[in-house]
């Protein structure tokens, strides 16, 4: 029996990459994207499409509301960032985002029998964010393992990070190489109401500054 995994899938290239490099490793892959009240939801559509193309076992939505609390430009009426890239953390920040996904996609895989789970955080190109660290994935890798039955009974979960120290370049062209159609992705974090880019905020110039590079 091949093994199997779960893949948290936003829509954007970096989840994307990591999905087509999973199923490269010959993971059955049960896809995982969230409705967490993100005003791009636009990305979810993209996930679906992905998801299709690149091929999964399953494709779950969950609906968890993270704008009932908000605190982030992108769950909150608060304008996201459109004059360059500040050092510090972002207002873009999403209180515990990459916690409360890992731990639902820990339920998910503890409940389907999976033991792999890949996120596609990234430590290089990224904005700051303290939940795209390798000490954070270390540490929830361990606390998976105390906080599960398969985990205390010898059965453990590996989190997977492949891009965590990847250039969004390298990122890139590692997607392509796999047959990544990135044309089906949205990193913008404010697109406007027909789903365009905005061309300003953090992450499509990250985006753009790449495939530049890539001249792609």
């Known amino acids: 029996m091949r093994k199997s995994a779960v893949i948290l899938l936003s829509g954007g290239l970096d989840s994307a990459t990591v999905l087509a490099m999973a199923n490269a490793q010959g993971y059955n892959c049960h896809a995982l994207s969230f409705a967490y009240g993100q005003r791009h939801n636009g990305e979810l559509k993209c996930a679906e ?34 004059k360059g890239i500040d050092n510090g953390i972002p207002i873009t920040y999403v209180p515990a985002r990459n916690t409360i996904f890992l731990s639902l996609a820990l339920g998910y895989a503890e409940a389907i029998g999976s033991r792999a789970i890949f996120i596609g955080v990234n430590a290089v190109d990224y904005s700051g964010y303290p939940d795209c660290r390798g000490e954070f994935i270390e540490a929830f890798q361990s606390m998976a393992n105390l906080a599960t039955k398969a985990g205390v009974e010898g059965d453990p979960f590996t989190i997977h990070a492949p891009l965590l120290e990847m ?6 062209k590692r997607g392509l190489d796999l047959g990544v159609d990135f044309s089906m992705t949205q990193s913008c974090y404010d697109p406007e109401e027909g789903g365009k880019a905005c061309g300003k905020c953090d992450a499509c110039r990250l985006r753009d500054v790449a495939f530049a590079e890539v001249n792609v």
């Open 49 to 82: 499409k992905i998801a299709k193309t690149l091929g999964v076992v399953s494709h779950v939505v969950t609906d968890i509301d993270l704008s009932t609390w908000g605190g982030s430009a992108l769950t909150d009426a608060i304008d996201v960032p459109k």
């Open 167 to 172: 250039s969004k370049v390298q990122i890139i």
